[in-house]
């Protein structure tokens, strides 16, 4: 049988609780006995736990949170949030990478390019999105998108959730640094606003390929970082069952993420995590991004560029002849 | 070889031999046992097979600058913090002082502004020994400044990589986020026509491929280097197969149209210029 805590333990008094809820609810429909008082006092136990849990997770835990297998899959949020979405494939070269998605779409009215990485849900859908790791194809795909979308000034929102490029041969064969570094470069300078979230693994180099832009949010159980927290251990601990450690040496939370100045926002998930309330977690986005389009038309697209730029350009710690320095 | 000894006076570095005492050396890359003196004639290039193993910072420069070339050494005192107080087995901070004293630079990265065969330039260079030549918020930045500069000054810009590192994990996506701020440095550059050549030395991974490595107009790479994204291992251990012979190689990577031209290091000076009196603004 499926262990329904995926490997989460943090999380088992939850579900326990929730299983327990259940039961008493289908029970009281069956026998006719009102358990209300019983299944409120329950729920309330539940909420409680749930926020006492979640407040104190270890950086780990919220690297598994964004790993969740019932994490909402991309497709989820283009449903929730928005609108007349149609997929463009292509990448006019080699084939069509479907761990990426995009086209153009609609939200709250507003005409936007959607740029997505997708993971699926069921094995099958896994497999097809190789687990969400795309080829130089896939940024490929992507880039000619984006590019299609500045020539239309269509803002692009790109969503994120990877656990990076792909390591293997085609895609080395393919230049997945080339892609990488080109679809970076490119960003730049696209003349639109570009609003990038991080809604689940956002893993080093294959998470930046799409991930450059005006705004950069993440979701409050996603996470961010130059390297795993596995390949990390391994490297520096010589010992991936480190990676506890590595992921809280790396500093890739959200709230850290935050501190350390690389997400302008986190976008708060419903207590218990995205996995627990698919519209909820939707509709925060939503908000987010509506909030981001009306301040970004704003801005002169000279302005944009430039601010873009300065973005980037000011991320870094260091001392120069020994004043310290934080450009 | 026409780079001079003298012009590098006044530019202190405290030069360390990486090779152990005797007179014979093996090459990491044939596995012959080769003498010494001939492989440091030949500019660090295996005379068996002709691998090219890491150059310095000081002998790069040397080969590649004018004799009294260097007009000036860019940004010399930008050091790197502990942004994050990164402990793992061992501490960021020990990681530094132990890479300072290994190379006597300040840093992975060197910017100076100087002379190839009278053509002035901004020449940036990592040193893939200093903390396997990752970069961290010290190189993307002294790289943005040198794009900067030339982009001002307007010069030719030429970049040297060595990184086996990629972006450095110890200042996590700090270092991560140097690869938006060169590339989107390189982006402008290009945009005012300016020009730059990336030339990829062994090896040159990751994060720095990822970024401004692989952004040059044009890109050279010596021979036999190890060039890519995801290191061999990993994409080994990953796919559970052998990967190919010479993969990740320069020769595998011109094979593949993915880099413009392989040249020995004997000749880069001179086709460098001649490169830069062709595509001239
Ligand atoms: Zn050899």
């Avoid at chain 1, 896939?138 to 994120?160: D, N, T």
Wanted: aromatic fraction near 8%.
């Amino acid at each position: 049988m499926e262990d329904t805590n995926h490997g989460l333990d943090f999380e088992a008094p939850i579900t326990a609780l929730e299983r327990k809820i259940a039961e008493l609810e289908s029970f009281s429909a069956i026998a006719e006995v009102d358990l209300s008082e019983e299944i409120k006092k329950l729920r309330t136990r539940a909420e409680r736990l749930k926020t006492e849990i979640y407040k104190n997770l270890s950086p780990w835990q919220r690297v598994l949170l964004a790993r969740h297998p019932l994490r909402p899959p991309v497709q989820y949020f283009i449903n929730l949030a928005f609108t007349d979405f149609v997929e463009l494939y292509g990448d006019r070269c080699f084939r069509d990478d479907r761990a990426i998605l995009s086209g153009p779409a609609k939200i709250d009215g507003q005409e936007v390019m959607l740029i997505a990485t997708r993971k699926g849900k069921t094995t099958r859908e896994r497999l097809a999105y190789n687990f969400g790791s795309p080829h130089p194809e896939g940024y490929r795909k992507a880039l000619l998108k984006m590019q299609l979308a500045a020539k239309f000034g269509l803002p692009i929102i790109s969503l994120i959730n990877t656990p990076g490029a792909y390591p293997g041969i085609g895609a080395e064969e393919r230049g997945q640094a080339h892609i990488i570094a080109k679809s970076i470069f490119e960003m730049s300078q696209l003349r639109v606003p570009i609003i990038c979230i991080v809604v689940g693994e956002g893993g080093s180099g294959g998470a930046l390929a799409i991930g450059v832009g005006d705004r950069f949010a993440i979701l409050e159980n996603a996470y961010f970082s130059v390297i795993s927290p596995e390949g990390c251990a391994a490297i520096l601990w010589k010992n991936s069952s480190k990676a506890p450690d590595a992921a809280k040496a790396l500093k890739l939370t959200s709230k850290d993420l935050k501190e350390l100045g690389i997400v302008d926002e986190v976008i708060p998930e419903p207590v218990g995590g995205a996995h627990r309330d698919y519209k909820t977690t939707a509709e925060n986005m939503k908000q987010y991004i509506l909030k981001c389009l009306a301040e970004l038309r704003q801005i002169p697209m000279d302005t944009l560029i430039q601010q873009r730029y300065e973005k980037y350009r000011k991320i870094g710690k260091f001392v120069e002849n020994n004043n310290p320095a934080s450009k | 070889m026409s780079s001079g000894w003298k012009g590098l006076r006044n530019f202190v570095f405290h030069r360390k031999r990486e090779m152990p005492d005797g007179l014979w050396m093996k090459c990491d890359s044939c596995g012959n046992l080769v003498y010494k003196k001939v492989v440091e004639e030949k500019l660090q290039v295996c005379p068996e097979c002709n691998f090219h193993f890491s150059l310095g910072i000081q002998e790069r420069l040397e080969l590649l600058i004018d004799e009294n070339g260097i007009i000036e050494e860019l940004w010399p005192d930008i050091e790197s913090t502990d942004p994050l107080n990164f402990k793992a087995v061992a501490a960021y901070r020990d990681k530094i002082t132990e890479a300072k004293s290994q190379t006597g630079l300040k840093e992975a990265v060197v910017v100076v502004r100087g002379k190839i065969e009278g053509i002035e330039v901004i020449l940036g260079i990592t040193d893939s020994r200093f903390i396997m030549g990752s970069m961290g918020s010290v190189v993307g930045e002294k790289i943005a400044r040198a794009v900067e500069k030339a982009m001002e000054l307007k010069l030719p810009l030429i970049i040297v990589s060595g990184s086996g590192g990629g972006a450095r994990m110890y200042e996590g996506s700090l270092s991560l986020m140097q690869m938006a701020k060169t590339s989107a440095a390189l982006a402008r550059f290009d945009k005012a026509g300016g020009f730059y050549i990336s030339v990829l030395t062994n090896p040159t991974m990751a994060g720095v491929m990822a970024s401004f490595a692989a952004l040059g107009d044009i890109i050279i790479a010596e021979p036999k280097a190890l060039i890519g994204f995801t290191g061999p291992r990993v994409i080994a251990q990953t796919i559970g197969q052998e990967l190919p012979p010479g993969f990740q190689t320069s020769e595998f990577l011109l094979e593949h149209g993915l880099i413009d031209r392989i040249i020995d290091r004997q000749h880069l000076k001179g086709e460098l210029a001649l490169l830069l009196r062709y595509f001239k603004r």
